[in-house]
């Protein structure tokens, strides 16, 4: 019962350091996203991926760049961290049109950024 | 523009107290709302409401949705300390693939 699976769990980065999240799911949904969790403020969308080879933006894309490599792979990258992406990120997957279309999510990485 | 606000920001409440948590949204093409339950990483999902007026039940949690006056709310009762959690509403529309989350509400329950 993998689900949604992200990596790393934690992350410790200088500022201008790059770094990739990963993310994969399993259940063969189409639609993917990266958020951003802040105290306050919620789930914000980075980025989403409605099927395989296509990418948007989301509310907060600024300073990242995503890549769905296929179906079940969903990467997030900081091509020169700032400590404004101090946050957890979460990675999530959902089949929109589907009879449930309900996110299901990954356990989140914590990134903090000195 | 499309959002989701949720009230309260934060609750702090009594073990055995009934919460009611709310859930307004302003989204174009409705399709479903979902609640989810987070406690320490990620969010859970609890109800997904599609239609006006039908309680979904889960032990002491239920939910209801309201499409004309286009808001949800979360109950729980009798609650425990294990309640305490941030629970997020989200709304999914029929076109596009977004869900937008509201801010949540933090939920702490003492004993």
């Known amino acids: 019962n993998a689900g949604v699976t992200q990596t790393p769990k934690f992350q410790v980065l200088k500022t201008g350091q790059s770094m990739t999240l990963q993310c994969a799911q399993d259940m063969n949904h189409n639609s993917m996203y990266w958020y951003r969790q802040d105290p306050g403020m919620g789930l914000r969308l980075i980025y989403y991926?409605?099927?395989?080879?296509?990418?948007d933006k989301g509310e907060v894309p600024n300073g990242y760049n995503v890549s769905r490599l296929n179906k079940r792979e969903f990467s997030l990258r900081l091509e020169s961290a700032a400590p404004s992406q101090t946050s957890v990120y979460f990675c999530?997957?959902?089949?929109?049109?589907?009879?449930?279309?309900?996110?299901?999510f990954g356990q989140g990485t914590r990134l903090t950024v000195v | 523009e499309d959002k989701v606000v949720q009230s309260p920001l934060s609750l702090v409440v009594h073990e055995g107290d009934t919460v009611t948590l709310n859930c307004s949204y302003e989204v174009t093409n409705f399709r479903s709302l979902l609640w989810y339950k987070q406690e320490k990483k990620a969010p859970t999902f609890l109800f997904m409401l599609?239609?006006?007026?039908i309680e979904k039940k889960s032990g002491r949690l239920s939910s209801i949705l309201d499409k004309k006056e286009l808001f949800s709310i979360l109950n729980i009762t009798a609650t425990q300390t294990g309640d305490s959690a941030i629970y997020l509403c989200a709304v999914v529309p029929n076109t596009g693939n977004q869900f937008y989350f509201g801010t949540g509400t933090s939920l702490t329950v003492i004993p």
């Open positions: 999530a997957s959902s089949e929109p049109t589907g009879v449930d279309p309900e996110a299901f």
């Open positions: 991926s409605a099927s395989e080879g296509t990418t």
């Open positions: 599609t239609s006006s007026g």
